[in-house]
Every structure is written in C-alpha cells, then in structure tokens.
C-alpha cells in the first residue's frame, strides 16, 4: 500500500534555531501535501495545504513566515519551523494525497519537535 | 464550514465490555467522506475506515464496527469485545474537498 515516510520522527532543537521536517510518499506520485499540528491531547489542526510547484495555503492562524513549506516535487515536501521557539514544541504530521486519489489520505509517522 | 464533534473526551472500560464513541458532523456538502483513526501512544495514525456520504451501509470488521446515520449526522464506531490492546486514541475525521478535518478525538482506555 502506499506509504509516507516522514523524517525526522524526533528533534529536540535550541531556542531561535530552524528545523526541517521531510515528508516524503514512497510509492506514489503526491501532488497534494497537507501538514498538522498536534499539540498534546488535543486534535490535530491542519497548518496547511500545499500543492506540488506553488505555494502553500495556510489555515487562518497560522504563520506563513515561520512555517515555511516546500513542495518543489511530487514526491517531497518540507515543513521549516524558522527561529523556534518553546511554544512551536508539537507533534507535527503530514499527509499526502495523489492526483486522482482521494481516500484514504496517507499519513506519515509524525515528528515530535521539543525546543529547549 | 465542516465541523466533526466527538463529546466522549475520555471512556474507560474493562475488558471484553463493548464500547461506543460517537461522532457527529456539520457540513453544507452532499457528497463528502468520513473516516475513523487509531492513534496508539506511539503517535502514528492507523487508518480504521472510511465512508462517503452516499453509503449508509453499516460495516463490521472484527470486533470493530460502525454505525453511519445519515438522519442523525453521526458515524459511530463501535468495539465489541474490547481488549487492553484498543487503548488509544480515537479520532473522526470529515472530508468534503481536499482537506480532511478532524474531531477532538476521544481517549480510551481498556483495564485488564
């Protein structure tokens, strides 16, 4: 079956310092790639949109500018957390979809990013 | 706006009880798609099922199964039999585009 392989699955990072999450589908081509925000015990939020070779669509809320996303292929998206800080310290998770797929939409494993 | 509602914030049984979560959902759309997830303490998100909106036939799968009602607006799910092993989180989800949306969740824990 189809599989999103997301890296890296923990990251603990300094105060003001960038994190890169890669969110990659193995076995199908993603032209939609949707991550989300789980902060603990709660429900997941999505954070954005993104469609392969354009910009990312933000949910209201979120900051474009500190959470930059790439999708610069149909196979690979990232998410950079930029200047971090304590409050960004979430369990982040992406999904994929491909061109002509719609259910079920492909998860991957997810990133528990801590920022000391 | 789509909106999916799980009011159950916690249950807890022992096992080999059956036990319910609910869900209810909001959307303006005719054609749309509800799913059901696991998420085990490790994090990831187990696919369980998924329904679209034109089928309201109820399905079982094992122990697990699920109550669509579209009168009611509610895709229930339903362990029979629970074990230690189904203690998770549990999480609705709703998509009616591209997107998909997802309840609170609901936390169960299933004791010995």
């Known amino acids: 079956g189809a599989v999103v392989s997301q890296h890296p699955s923990w990251v603990i990072c300094k105060s003001g310092t960038s994190v890169k999450i890669e969110c990659r589908s193995l076995?199908?081509?993603?032209?939609?790639m949707f991550w989300y925000r789980q902060f603990p015990k709660q429900s997941l939020m999505l954070m954005a949109t993104s469609n392969e070779g354009s910009k990312a669509t933000y949910e209201q809320g979120v900051e474009k500018d500190k959470f930059l996303i790439n999708h610069a292929s149909l196979t690979l998206s990232t998410l950079t957390v930029t200047s971090a800080h304590p409050e960004d310290s979430s369990f982040y998770i992406c999904?994929?979809?491909?061109?002509?797929?719609?259910?079920?939409?492909?998860f991957g494993n997810g990133t528990r990013l801590t920022v000391t | 706006a789509q909106k999916v509602t799980q009011a159950q914030t916690e249950i807890s049984v022992v096992e080999k009880e059956d036990v319910t979560l609910d869900c209810v959902y909001e959307t303006r759309d005719t054609t749309y798609y509800l799913f059901w997830y696991k998420q085990p303490p490790s994090g990831e998100l187990v696919f369980l099922i998924r329904r679209n909106s034109f089928d309201e036939q109820n399905e079982i799968s094992g122990r697990y199964s699920w109550n669509f009602q579209k009168s009611t607006s509610s895709f229930n799910f339903t362990i029979t039999a629970s074990q230690v092993v189904d203690s998770a989180v549990y999480f609705c989800?709703?998509?009616?585009?591209?997107?998909?949306?997802f309840g609170a969740g609901t936390r169960l824990t299933v004791k010995p």
């Open positions: 076995d199908f081509q993603a032209t939609t």
């Open positions: 989800a709703l998509s009616e585009a591209i997107d998909m949306r």
């Open positions: 999904s994929a979809r491909g061109d002509g797929q719609f259910i079920p939409l492909h």
